[in-house]
């Protein structure tokens, strides 16, 4: 079946260090791809999406691109903040249900 | 700008009790889906409703949970016999259904600690 795999955290970085959370996954068809953020104690939010291959992402800093040919979904920003640190997931949708399917997270701590 | 809303946002249940949440989707959107959270964990599908019909049930949703959604608006999620193995974060979400990007807006969770 459809899955996301993510690479493991926790990831620490100092403030203004580039960041990469790798994202690849296993799916039938075309599915849209998601990067969320979940804050301490707080739900999911949308950070970013694309729709189709190619398409690049971006929000708040933050960038990926959805790569076909390797399945990938990495996300990537120039200079992390302090207030940057969170849980990310990556998460395909279009499956049967149209329901969203995540990856284990990655836990991001940033230190000024 | 009104997001998905959910109450409780804790609760702490003795095992055997039933416990009931409440999810409040986005007004105009008429997709909603039950996700559960452990620790650690990535969201697991648990359900989804297109207007009131309930349309899918993940294998994770035994026959100790129900859910509803009457008239198409707010959801109930009802666990009956609570088990310690319930103890998660359940998340609710709404999408619109039309298009195929699947964009699912999330509220803030239920905490369940069953002890």
């Known amino acids: 079946g459809d899955s996301v795999t993510q690479m493991e955290g926790p990831v620490t970085l100092s403030e203004e260090a580039f960041l990469t959370i790798n994202c690849t996954y296993t799916a039938t068809g075309y599915p849209s791809l998601f990067w969320y953020v979940q804050y301490p104690g707080e739900g999911l939010q949308l950070l970013l999406k694309a729709t189709k291959a190619d398409d690049k992402g971006s929000n708040k800093g933050f960038e990926a691109t959805y790569r076909k040919e390797t399945t990938s979904f990495h996300l990537e920003k120039g200079s992390v903040q302090v207030s940057d640190s969170a849980v990310y997931f990556c998460?395909?949708?279009?499956?049967?249900?149209?329901?969203?399917?995540f990856g284990k997270g990655t836990k991001l701590s940033v230190k000024p | 700008d009104t997001g998905v809303s959910q109450d409780p946002r804790h609760k702490i249940t003795k095992r055997g009790q039933n416990v009931t949440f409440r999810c409040d989707p986005i007004?105009?959107?008429?997709?909603l889906y039950w996700y559960r959270q452990t620790l650690g964990q990535g969201p697991e599908f648990l359900t989804y409703f297109q207007n009131e019909a309930q349309l899918e049930k993940s294998r994770l949703l035994s026959d100790r949970f129900s859910a509803e959604r009457p008239k198409g608006s707010f959801s109930t999620l009802e666990i009956q016999r609570t088990e310690q193995g319930d103890s998660a974060m359940y998340l609710c979400a709404s999408s619109l259904a039309a298009g195929t990007t699947y964009e699912q807006y999330f509220g803030p969770g239920t905490r369940l600690t069953v002890t």
């Open positions: 007004s105009e959107h008429n997709r």
């Open positions: 998460a395909l949708g279009g499956g049967s249900q149209g329901n969203l399917i």
